[in-house]
């Protein structure tokens, strides 16, 4: 158990739809990353938020936000949901952010767009 | 920008044989490098990090990884694998300070051990 949770654990819905994925990091931990992975494109990192506040940005799409709470959860809005967006959805903290800090990583929420 | 390659996507292996899972990464600059693995319906975990120092790395489950910076190349080594073992496992880069910190994670290599 990594201590970071994600809920929930599978959501299914239909294309054109909008859902939130939740985050809680791991007690202490001031960083939340956001990947999704899937079979085609591999791990793809989404987004980063320190303390509340977006410090990096990967390939995630418009569609898609992410904001972080002051009690330091997390949670990705995906909207207009196409077919494609089917895949795991990571959440991974640390205590801070830098390149050397360990990234502790969620169970996934794994979405399915019918 | 880094890159990272797994070579193999799949390495099949007979309970308590040797395994190596391969990995080359692209940088222009310094880099960290690191092992995830991820075993069924689970998030990845950190197996071990290249931070700087010695370049042969030792990790949990017995697993260690050696730093080639001529081949640029991380490749990971069990003397012995067991079932358990049985998982996918990513390989990552993150540039050094000074760059961005963001790992970029490989395509995956699923290691399948065999009875």
């Known amino acids: 158990d990594s201590g970071v949770t994600q809920t929930p654990k599978h959501l299914i819905t239909a294309t054109g739809q909008r859902v939130t994925l939740r985050c809680s990091p791991r007690?202490?931990?001031?960083?939340v990353y956001w990947y999704q992975q899937s079979l085609d494109q591999g791990l793809q990192f989404l987004i980063q938020?320190?303390?509340?506040?977006?410090?990096a940005k990967g390939n995630i799409l418009e569609r898609f936000s992410a904001q972080q709470f002051p009690d330091l959860h997390s949670e990705l809005n995906l909207s207009s949901l196409e077919l494609g967006d089917s895949a795991l959805y990571f959440c991974?903290?640390?205590?801070?952010?830098?390149?050397?800090?360990?990234?502790?990583f969620g169970p996934g929420t794994r979405l399915t767009v019918l | 920008a880094q890159s990272v390659t797994q070579l193999d996507s799949q390495v099949p292996v007979f309970e308590e044989a040797p395994v190596e899972l391969r990995c080359n990464y692209s940088?222009?600059?310094?880099?960290?490098l690191f092992w995830y693995v991820q075993y069924p319906n689970q998030g990845l975990q950190l197996l071990l990090k290249?931070?700087?120092?010695?370049?042969l790395v030792k990790g949990i489950n017995g697993f260690e990884a050696e730093f080639n910076k001529s081949q640029t190349s991380f490749h990971l080594r069990k003397p012995s694998v067991h079932i358990s073992d049985t998982a996918e496992y990513f390989c990552?880069?993150?540039?050094?300070?000074?760059?961005?910190?963001?790992?970029?994670f490989g395509r995956g290599t699923s290691l399948i051990v065999h009875p």
């Open positions: 290249y931070l700087s120092g010695s370049t």
């Open positions: 991974a903290s640390s205590v801070v952010g830098g390149s050397i800090n360990e990234q502790f």
């Open positions: 938020y320190y303390n509340g506040e977006e410090r």
């Open positions: 940088s222009s600059v310094s880099v960290y």
């Open positions: 007690s202490g931990d001031l960083s």
């Open positions: 990552a880069v993150s540039l050094a300070p000074g760059g961005s910190y963001i790992p970029t």
